[in-house]
């Protein structure tokens, strides 16, 4: 049922256990994994305070290859066929959904990353707008350190 699997993937520790609870999932399916890294445009704030940098886009990019190359490995270690993929200057559920759509995605795997309820409804969660964005299942991975928590 579940045969292709997107991994929404950021570095972040949250997403670092997704890709963990995930690859359990995709070996025990053996399925194929897209992990997905999305840079966002940077703040309206940022742009109006003139142009950036020229080093900026190549910091970026080689901060992302990085954060990439991280899951790839971790994917590959435990066997599963990987395929790593940048989506840049796009809005991260919008680009999450038309790629789980692209590659044919059965399932969609993203950490959760706890925010109060005004930093929610500043920056959006994502994976609530996913929500009606997705052609496919939705996996919400919760941080490790909420469940010890709440033992």
Same mark, same amino acid.
């Given at each position: 049922m579940f045969k292709t699997i997107v991994f929404?993937?950021?570095g972040s520790p949250e997403c670092r256990d997704a890709l963990k609870e995930g690859i359990?999932?995709?070996r025990r399916l053996n399925?194929?994994?897209?992990?997905?890294? %999305?840079?966002?445009?940077p703040p309206a704030?940022?742009?109006a305070a003139g142009p950036l940098p020229d080093s900026f886009m190549e910091n970026?990019?080689?901060?992302i290859d990085q954060v990439l190359e991280e899951g790839l490995a971790l994917l590959r270690e435990a066997g599963l066929d990987a395929v790593g993929s940048v989506k840049t200057w796009e809005e991260p559920a919008e680009a999450i959904g038309l790629f789980a759509s692209e590659v044919g995605a059965d399932f969609v %795997?993203?950490?959760h990353h706890r925010r109060s309820a005004i930093e929610r409804w500043w920056h959006g969660s994502i994976g609530?707008?996913?929500l009606d964005r997705l052609p496919c299942s939705l996996f919400v991975s919760m941080p490790r350190a909420a469940a010890n928590h709440s033992s």
């Open positions: 929404a993937y950021d359990e999932l995709a399925a194929r994994c897209h992990l997905l890294a %999305v840079v966002p445009a704030l940022a742009l970026a990019q080689a901060d %795997v993203v950490g609530h707008s996913l």
